[in-house]
């Protein structure tokens, strides 16, 4: 595990560097949320399958243009919203202890 002495200049930096990251956070969360709220209702996906769902469901349908940027997007963020959080974690238990 790494160590560093808590000198002040470290708690501080790593205060500096957990408060950017968590504004990153709730950033890439809002958008997160936009981007959910922009895309296509598929009615007949995931746990509706359960409810006897459509007979459809596990037909080939492949997404094309707005739809499948932003799924992108989606995946983009969400892989960014964990390493983020992964970060603040690591510096947390890193710097500051």
Known sequence: MISFFATSETMELGRQLILAFEILVMIISLLMIVIGLV???????????LNGGNEELFSNS???GLDKTLSIWMLSLGIVFFVLSLTICIITNTMLV
Do not use: D, F, P, V
């Open 39 to 49: 895309q296509n209702k598929q009615s007949q996906t995931g746990l509706s399958a």
């Open 62 to 64: 492949k997404e094309r």
